[in-house]
């Protein structure tokens, strides 16, 4: 197969994503450090080389609303924003996907305020994940403009319609450069076929849409939503095996398994920060230890089946958490809970340990994967699991 | 499990450029990507990036942009700063005063300076770290081209103003000069300017950083 390999950033690979998706509209307000993506399609759109219509929003909870308005209106929308312009914007999360509209979120994360900071913590994005959008992180440039491209073939895809935040790692993946294979616009226009919405605004035949609703309606209202997201799982996989036919990239829809053959733990993970985890466990292997890496790659929907078969085959699971959830059970992360949630019941006894870790954008270290490597196997060879959460680098 | 030594990387080299924000954002940035892109053409495992923490945005602050050149995969690429440079750059001569711009060099390391000014006069308002540098270089950019000042290439978006128009032309042909650490044709291919890069490494000063802090604080 053809290649066209270019050196860019996350953002940039976005961008080209968006771009190669063919958008209509694009609101844009500045934010590090998801701004790289909104520069590049300004420029691409002053150049010439994009024709959309690029709305400069003034905040976050604007550009959600213009590109809602845009979605009801039968366009191919694009917007995307960072840290504290995601939770900014929360309020409209719910109506995008309560009215079944599938544009699309680029979040490249960053800390909410404390610390504030320009680093990349996955507590922004984590806060919207239970409104009924699909979401994943990319863990380099050449899935953050893959994941844009399935992305939109699954949310537009008539049996799900339902919006998508396609998240990556602030700096780490949203900033450093990696080698992308940028796909043809032949080959993106067999893969998604332009956007047709089933209910579009038109002056000529008014409708209203996101009316006030009587409260006997409500369970009715969700249960639909319920059900769409429930009727992901099947769309996702067949999206997956399409892309691999036509851009020969193939990815695991829900987990990426690294060095996992006969390992006894694993490091469970999601995002950016999978390469380093990959790096030490390379490492130990090549000292014998049996460790390996496992990446979650889509979130919302949570892959609980395929989480609990997969993590089943081994003895630890170390479950690494980026974001913060003050007071959430056994004092880690939501991807804890929701690791242990899944092997809940499970006829295999699993240990899983979390760790918090990276927060603010510090980077987590080939010597903190290696001490968490060093827990799981301590945790394999006795038994015993005591301390159940570690906070890096504080308690370990 | 041991950790010793685990993690290095021996084959790797690290290029540390200060600058002043907003007027030389993008000479810095094309000073590491210029030679960078080269050593890639040379068949090397390359990273070039700017500081995240620096405000690049605020006028005359100290900014910084990185490069790292590698017989290896890199493995340290999402570690933030440069933290043991090999070859340091400053695209301006007041930069030596009042900054640890030496910090963590390693043994050998070798410091470039856009200056019309001595060797022997700067080193003067170095006061830390000198003790692993090897060789220091000046270079007068500013009397053979003058800074491209542009946002264009800032957060990781695409530099559409073309690489090595400005100072940095003159700059990475110092570097070459002082440190061999690219194949001097290699980076001509990559640069807008060439002629300033000629020129430039016809008039670059290398001068063994030994035999002048000697001198100097002899």
């Known amino acids: 197969m053809k290649t066209n390999i270019k050196r860019m950033s996350g953002c940039v690979a976005t961008a080209n994503a968006v771009k190669l998706a063919n958008v209509d509209v694009i609101c844009s307000y500045p934010i590090r450090p998801y701004t790289g993506i909104m520069s590049e399609l300004a420029r691409m759109v002053a150049d010439g080389e994009l024709d959309a219509e690029f709305v400069l929003g003034e905040g976050e909870h604007g550009q959600l609303s213009v590109v809602y308005g845009a979605s009801a209106s039968g366009a191919r929308a694009f917007t995307g924003s960072s840290g ?93 450069l990696g080698d992308v294979d940028i796909p043809s616009q032949e080959q993106v226009d067999a893969f998604l076929p332009p956007y047709k919405n089933h209910h579009v605004l038109d002056t000529k035949d008014p409708v209203i849409i996101g009316p006030q609703m009587e409260p006997e309606m409500g369970p009715g209202t969700q249960y639909q939503r319920h059900l769409a997201v429930e009727g992901m799982y099947k769309v996702f996989e067949e999206v997956h095996e399409e892309f691999a036919d036509v851009f020969g990239r193939k990815y695991d829809p829900w987990l990426e398994e690294y060095m996992t053959d006969d390992a006894e733990s694993v490091i469970f993970l999601q ?35 395929q989480v609990r078969e997969t993590l089943s085959k081994f003895k630890v699971v170390g479950v690494v958490d980026n974001s913060v959830n003050f007071g959430i059970s056994c004092g880690a992360g939501v991807l804890l809970t929701e690791v242990r949630a899944a092997l809940y019941n499970n006829d295999k006894k699993v240990e899983t340990v979390g760790f918090v870790a990276g927060l603010g954008g510090a980077m987590i270290t080939h010597d903190e994967f290696y001490k968490m490597f060093d827990v799981l196997k301590n945790v394999a060879k006795t038994g015993k699991n005591e301390k159940q959460s570690y906070w890096l680098p504080f308690e370990l | ?98 900054i640890n711009i030496l910090s963590g060099i390693k043994p050998g390391a070798v410091l470039v300076i856009n200056s019309k000014r001595s060797p022997e006069y700067l080193i003067k308002f170095i006061k830390e770290n000198t003790e692993n540098l090897s060789k220091i270089v000046t270079v007068d950019a500013n009397s053979l081209s003058k800074s491209v000042i542009t946002l264009s290439g800032a957060e990781g978006a695409t530099d559409a103003s073309g690489i090595g128009k400005g100072i940095s032309a003159a700059l990475v042909a110092a570097v070459v000069k002082g440190t061999e650490i690219v194949k001097f044709d290699n980076l001509l291919e990559l640069i807008a300017n060439k002629s300033v890069a000629k020129k430039a490494y016809d008039q670059t000063i290398v001068v063994d950083a030994d035999s002048i802090q000697k001198k100097v604080f002899a």
Request: hydrophobic letters at 35%; aromatic letters at 10%; charged letters at 25%.
């Open chain 1, 271 to 305: 995002g950016g920060h999978a390469e380093t985890a990959k790096n030490v466990a390379k490492h130990l292997r090549n000292l014998g230890e049996k460790v390996g890496v496992v990446r979650l790659r889509t979130f919302r929907p949570f892959p609980t089946k």
């Open chain 2, 1 to 98: 499990m041991s950790i010793q030594n685990l993690f290095d990387e021996p084959g790797l080299k690290q290029i540390t450029v200060w600058g002043r924000g907003v007027y030389e954002n993008k000479e810095a940035r094309d000073v590491v990507v210029a030679l960078t892109e080269a050593a890639s053409k040379e068949g090397k495992y390359i990273q070039a990036w700017e500081n995240y923490v620096d405000l690049p945005d605020r006028i005359f602050v100290p900014v910084r942009a990185y490069g790292k050149i590698s017989t290896e995969e890199i493995e340290s690429r999402y570690v933030y700063e440069n933290e043991a440079p090999d070859i340091v750059v400053l695209t301006e001569e007041t930069l030596v005063k009042g």
């Open chain 1, 84 to 176: 504290v312009g995601v939770t900014y914007a929360m309020e409209v999360y719910s109506p995008i996907s309560g009215e079944r509209l599938p544009l699309q979120m680029a979040i490249a994360d960053r800390t909410l305020d404390p610390p504030g900071d320009f680093g990349s913590e996955h507590t922004d994005a984590l806060c919207c994940r239970d409104q009924g959008w699909i979401q994943g992180w990319a863990s380099s440039p050449q899935e953050a403009l893959d994941l844009t491209l399935m992305y939109y073939r699954i949310g537009e895809d008539p049996r799900v319609l339902l919006p998508q935040y396609a998240c990556q790692d602030g700096y780490f993946v949203s900033h450093i």
